[in-house]
């Protein structure tokens, strides 16, 4: 007789054995797919991002019909902004006839049920490249930058947006922009606060995919962004955009900061996602090249580990991908 009784691999002995002890699920409408467009006849390759495009209006349709058929719901819009409409003010940013909200009311049109998130942010239509806008002595100020967000905002919720997903990092803003929505009597406009966003070498790609890498150049955006370093203003910054009026919080980058999605989770009172974002894509699209394992395998495992962690949703690069393979 053996001298234990606990025999964990019973669990584990066949794959319907191992199904009836899964408690970890994913499923496609766990998942919002990011997309970049641009003002262009066609789709464009994202050198930093191969596995991702900017896309055209048309080609934009294409793909929102794919991703509609796999039952991917949401989407994430970011837009490329030509150079020369990049300005000091940031005009293009809160233009009603501007590129996101022109997308926003096309999607509508053709895709009622499609449920669009519109980032608020001032980095791709400012030269610095930063998310808010700059004092005389080069920092970013803080007060100055709400007024814009809440601009942006109203125009990007006035064009239909579902979900305003402010992701500058500045102090207030969620405040700012849900009074100014409901002024507008846009009470059923969501936010969703990137509440939780740290100062990550891994947003590269995405930087070059947005055109704004080159602008911003060796600066950094630590000033705003979160430190690593420190925990404590995880739980501050969470419970202070959900007192301000958010519906959603978000962590980001999502992989490397598992353990700040379980507290988050844990102890707020509002749906927590994640972001897996560019750079932890692109590390799992290179591993999978130089066969550490297939792009699926890899691809299931962190998207897993997301969910196992507590995140609600997870927005995702490869949101197409991952439905594909849970069908
Ligand atoms: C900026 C913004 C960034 C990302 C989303 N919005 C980059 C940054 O903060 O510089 C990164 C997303 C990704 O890397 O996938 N408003």
Known sequence: MSSFFNRFRRYRSNQTLRDLVQDVYLRPHDLIC????????????????????????????????????????????????DQEKKTLDCSAAYDPDGLIPKTIQALKLRFPSLMIIADVALDPFQPSGQDGLLSNDGQIDNDLTLPLLSKQALCYA????????????????????RETLDDHKLINTLILSYS??????LYGPFRHAVDSARFLGTADK????????????VFLEAKTDELEGADFLLVKPGLHYLD????????????????????????IYYAAKENVNSLDNLLLEALF???????????????????????
Request: hydrophobic share 40%.
């Open 305 to 327: 580990a997301q969910k196992r962690s507590g995140a609600n949703k997870i927005i995702t690069y490869f949101a197409l991908e991952a439905a594909r393979l849970l069908k």
């Open 34 to 81: 990011p997309i970049f467009i641009h003002d262009k006849a066609n789709n464009e390759a994202i050198e930093a991002m191969p596995f991702s495009l900017r896309y055209s209006l048309n080609g934009l349709f294409h793909y929102c019909e794919e991703l509609l058929s796999n039952n991917i719901k949401t989407i994430a819009l970011f837009p490329v902004i």
């Open 196 to 201: 939780v966003k740290f100062s990550s070498h």
């Open 158 to 177: 006035l064009a239909g947006a579902d979900i305003i997903a402010p992701s500058d990092m500045m102090d207030g803003r969620i405040q700012s922009i």
């Open 222 to 233: 630590k000033t705003y962004q979160m430190d690593y370093r420190s925990r404590f203003q």
């Open 260 to 283: 700040i999605i379980q507290s988050i989770s844990s102890s707020q009172d509002r749906p927590v996602w994640s972001y897996h974002v560019s750079g932890e894509c692109s590390m």
